[in-house]
């Protein structure tokens, strides 16, 4: 069973200046008004995110689905976007992993990985008994799961009110959140080597590729950082 104490504590950390509920919000309002411009109904802007959870893979498929592209297509695309959240799987769940807990709750907590759930438990999960970890990542990933489900529908019936320069304002707050949440993780050498690094290869990248600039920019200032990391022992 869910240690509830633990699952509440999770679930305030979406509470105060650093929580993610704010500008997970403004996205998925963003979202449920796209959403509906774009000609989905109510129940199927829900169910994005109740299913999918994950902005870019929504986004891309909606757009799939307005150019007529098969579901086996949409399929592959949503996939690979969402990709992304592999390496954070992998770097959080051996954190929260213990042999007394049951893996249904792996298994049913791995829906609500995103950067900003995945932010708050690589950050605050020492403070946390590890026998517990895992009901606290639940209480975390279950209350920005529901933020971005609600929020979807208050976008979609706000729709006719957005405009879009409102919209693209909203849509913009959360990778502003992640860059300040990155700035504040910079906390050794090789994070911030990572960080800086990305930051000064994103926008000059963009100026040769723009379909591959974040990609590209990821990788190599992410590899820097790992191979500066192994020649000097830290961790």
């Not at 959870?53 to 307005?66: C, N, R």
């Not at 920005?144 to 405009?163: C, E, R, V």
Request: glycine content about 8%; hydrophobic content about 50%.
């Amino acid at each position: 069973m869910i240690n509830l104490k633990i699952f509440l504590h999770g679930l305030k950390s979406l509470i105060g200046a650093r929580s993610p509920a704010i500008p997970l919000a403004a996205c998925f309002i963003a979202l449920g008004a796209l959403l509906k411009d774009a000609g989905f109904n109510l129940q199927q802007s829900a169910a994005s995110s109740f299913f999918t959870y994950a902005l870019p893979g929504q986004l891309v498929m909606a757009e799939s689905l307005l150019v007529g592209a098969s579901l086996f297509n949409i399929f592959i695309a949503v996939w690979l976007v969402n990709f992304r959240l592999y390496p954070m799987t992998v770097s959080l769940f051996p954190l929260l992993k213990h042999k007394s807990q049951p893996k249904w709750k792996y298994y049913l907590s791995c829906h609500f990985l995103a950067v900003s759930s995945w932010l708050i438990a690589k950050d605050t999960y020492q403070k946390i008994e590890k026998k517990y970890r895992i009901d606290f990542w639940m209480g975390i990933g279950f209350g920005t799961w529901t933020t971005a489900i609600f929020t979807t529908l208050i976008g979609y019936s706000l729709a006719d009110y957005l405009n879009k320069d409102l919209m693209i304002g909203f849509a913009i707050v959360n990778p502003v959140y992640f860059f300040c949440m990155m700035i504040g993780a910079m906390k050794n050498l090789k994070i911030s080597i990572a960080v800086i690094a990305g930051t000064v290869m994103g926008p000059a990248i963009y100026l040769i590729s723009t379909e591959w600039a974040i990609l590209f920019a990821g990788l190599i200032s992410g590899t820097i950082a790992y191979f500066f990391r192994g020649k000097n022992g830290s961790k």
